[in-house]
């Protein structure tokens, strides 16, 4: 629902009409109303520190840069070095005549999505992904060789049964779970430019609502 403002009672429905509004409501309440003490706090903390006039003239980006650095650009070499692949789909179709070639096809397609990708798309897949835009985590060493994505495990593509609605429609999305660097993505047989375009539609959203299909 779309409301009159901060703290306003959320009543009237969101449409097509409003739904810029609807979503710049949102985003500035789920990063700003919802945490102003925290931000607050943060800020006297910051304060504490360093005296006000010495940050005035920083921009969000400078800011930025001084508490993370600006680490290295990503590139496609780096995901190669840094991506394995599970298959999740279900048993019967992992072992069916077709499954091992539709998760090779869907491997390629992945890697070609990516390879069309720019510095800063990956860069925000990188994101989306891992909540990490300074490096990629590296593959498990021979020693952890059977543990699956997380801390130290390198990054996980989930490949996971394209599921629909009774409409015919697609259920199943693309989500991450970044606390263990996991990316799931449906099966959709698609080539590697459309899965280029699913991804980066979902980039686009998730600019805009940072924890937008994130777990």
Request: proline letters at 3%.
């Amino acid at each position: 629902s779309v409301g009159a403002g901060e703290g306003a009672k959320l009543s009237q429905p969101v449409t097509a009409e409003n739904a810029h509004a609807y979503v710049a409501q949102k985003a500035h309440y789920e990063m700003i109303a919802s945490v102003r003490d925290e931000l607050t706090a943060l800020r006297d903390g910051l304060y504490d520190v360093i005296s006000e006039e010495d940050v005035r003239s920083l921009t969000p980006d400078d800011l930025q840069l001084l508490l993370s650095g600006n680490g290295s650009a990503m590139c496609y070499a780096d995901f190669r070095k840094s991506v394995s692949f599970r298959d999740m789909r279900a048993e019967s179709v992992r072992q069916s005549e077709t499954g091992p070639a539709r998760l090779r096809a869907f491997q390629s397609s992945f890697w070609e999505a990516l390879a069309s990708m720019s510095e800063m798309e990956l860069l925000k897949l990188a994101e989306f992904w891992t909540a990490n835009v300074v490096a990629l985590p590296a593959k498990p060493t021979a020693g952890a060789a059977g543990q699956s994505g997380g801390i130290g495990g390198g990054m996980v593509v989930n490949l996971v049964d394209l599921e629909h609605n009774g409409k015919g429609g697609e259920v199943t999305m693309i989500t991450a779970r970044t606390c263990t660097n996991e990316l799931t993505v449906p099966d959709y047989g698609v080539s590697g430019r459309e899965l280029a375009q699913r991804l980066l539609r979902l980039l686009e959203a998730y600019e805009v609502l940072p924890q937008f299909d994130t777990i």
